[in-house]
C-alpha cells in the first residue's frame, strides 16, 4: 500500500510502497477515504512527539470502508462505511472503563504511537473504535472527530456556566474555532458568542457560522470585548491557540468564577486571573460525545468546509498549514 512516512523529525514526508497490514481476532482493516490533517501532526513532524518509532505514519482522524475483518469481530462487515475513534487506550484502565479513554496513555493513539492514516489502508487493532457513518459523507465527517470533537466536549462542559446573557469567546477561528463558533451558538443559543482572531478574513467566517460579534485582536480587543460581555466579564473563554497572547486576553477579559478551556497546544503560561476563575485543558472528546457530534452533523446542524488534497500532496499541505495560506480543513484522500 501506499503510504506517507515520516523517517526524520523535521524533514519532509516521503511517499512509500509498504506491505497492507493483515487482520486477526478482534482486528478490521480500513480502505481510507480521508484523513484529516490536525496540526498537532504538524507537532509530531517538529518532534513535539519523541515517542513515535520512526518511520512513522501519522494521522488520527480516519474514515473509510472496512476491507477486512478478523474472525472475532461482531459488530462490523466488510463494505461498511466507518469513522475511526482516534483516541486508541489500553481499555481497561479505570479512565478506559468509565469512556475516558481519550485520558489514557496518548502514545497509544492512532498516529502519535501506531501507524495512523496518511496511507491506503488504516489497521485498527479492536472494533470498539468504529462507528458506522452509512451515507455520511466520510469527507466532512474526518475533520469532526478531531477539530470538532474537541471543540464539541470543551463548550458542552462548560454549559452550566452558560446563563443567557453570558458570554462566550472563542479565541482563534481556525480549525477548531470554525467548530467552537457554531456549536457555541447550537448548544447556548441565548449566549453572546464573541468570535477573536489576527485575521479579518476568519472573523467575516466566523459572522457567517453565527458568531453576534467579531473582535479583531489589537490593543483595544479586550477592552471591545468587556464592553460586550459587562461589568461581569467572560463566563467562558475556549482558547483554541494557547499561547501566551490568547492566555494574556483569556485573563483580561474572564469574569469572576469564570472558565477557561485551553485546548490549542501552543504552550503559554497563565497569568494572574480573576477570583475563582477555573482553568483547564479540555482533551480531544469520547467515543460518546464522538456519536452525539455525529447526530448534529447528521441532522444538518454542523456546516464543513473542507479542501481535499491527493496523498502525494501531502509535504504541500503541512505546508499550507504552517504559513496559513489554508482556511478550509485539509483532507487527504488516499
Known amino acids: 500500500m501506499k503510504a506517507a512516512r515520516l523517517h526524520q523529525y523535521g524533514k519532509p514526508f516521503q511517499i512509500d510502497d509498504i506491505p497492507t497490514p493483515e487482520v486477526k481476532g478482534g482486528e478490521t482493516?480500513?480502505?481510507?477515504?480521508?484523513?484529516?490533517?490536525?496540526?498537532?501532526?504538524i507537532g509530531l513532524v517538529k518532534r513535539e512527539r519523541p515517542w513515535a518509532k520512526l518511520p512513522v505514519i501519522p494521522?488520527?482522524?480516519?474514515?473509510?470502508?472496512?476491507?477486512?475483518?478478523?474472525p472475532e469481530v461482531s459488530d462490523f462487515k466488510k463494505g461498511d462505511m466507518v469513522a475511526v475513534y482516534g483516541a486508541w487506550g489500553c481499555g481497561v484502565c479505570r479512565l478506559c472503563r468509565q469512556g475516558d479513554e481519550q485520558l489514557c496513555d496518548p502514545k497509544k493513539w492512532v498516529g502519535f504511537g501506531p501507524d495512523g492514516g496518511y496511507?491506503?489502508?488504516?489497521h485498527v487493532p479492536a472494533q470498539r473504535h468504529l462507528i458506522k457513518i452509512d451515507d455520511l459523507n466520510p469527507?466532512?465527517?474526518?475533520?469532526l472527530l478531531d477539530a470538532g470533537l474537541t471543540a464539541y466536549r470543551a463548550i458542552k462542559q462548560s454549559l452550566?456556566?452558560?446563563?443567557?446573557?453570558?458570554?462566550?469567546?472563542?479565541?482563534?477561528?481556525?480549525?477548531?474555532?470554525y467548530y467552537a463558533v457554531q456549536i457555541a451558538k447550537l448548544l447556548s443559543p441565548q449566549a453572546k458568542v464573541i468570535a477573536v482572531d489576527v485575521l479579518q478574513e476568519r472573523l467575516g467566517l466566523?459572522?457567517?457560522?453565527?458568531?453576534?460579534y467579531q473582535i479583531l485582536t489589537d490593543s483595544s480587543a479586550a477592552e471591545d470585548i468587556r464592553g460586550i460581555s459587562g461589568v461581569g466579564g467572560v463566563q467562558v473563554i475556549i482558547d483554541t491557540v494557547g499561547s501566551n497572547a490568547t492566555l494574556a486576553m483569556a485573563a483580561q477579559t474572564a469574569g469572576k468564577r469564570s472558565s477557561i478551556a485551553v485546548v490549542g497546544l501552543s504552550g503559554g503560561s497563565i497569568p494572574k486571573l480573576p477570583g475563582e476563575c477555573s482553568v483547564a485543558s479540555?482533551?480531544?472528546?469520547?467515543?460518546?460525545?464522538?456519536?452525539?457530534l455525529l447526530r448534529l452533523y447528521s441532522d444538518g446542524k454542523i456546516k464543513c468546509d473542507i479542501k481535499r488534497f491527493p496523498i502525494d500532496s501531502i509535504n504541500e499541505v503541512f505546508q499550507l498549514m504552517a504559513t496559513k495560506q489554508i482556511q478550509e480543513q485539509a483532507v487527504i484522500t488516499p
Do not use: F
Open 160 to 177: 452550566p456556566l452558560l446563563y443567557p446573557g453570558a458570554a462566550i469567546s472563542i479565541l482563534g477561528v481556525g480549525n477548531i474555532g
Open 29 to 41: 482493516l480500513v480502505k481510507v477515504a480521508a484523513s484529516y490533517v490536525c496540526s498537532s501532526d
Open 206 to 212: 466566523a459572522a457567517k457560522l453565527g458568531s453576534d
Open 282 to 292: 479540555s482533551i480531544w472528546g469520547t467515543l460518546s460525545e464522538m456519536k452525539e
Open 59 to 70: 494521522g488520527h482522524n480516519v474514515t473509510g470502508i472496512i476491507d477486512d475483518i478478523g
Open 119 to 122: 496511507a491506503e489502508y488504516l
Open 139 to 143: 469527507y466532512e465527517v474526518a475533520p
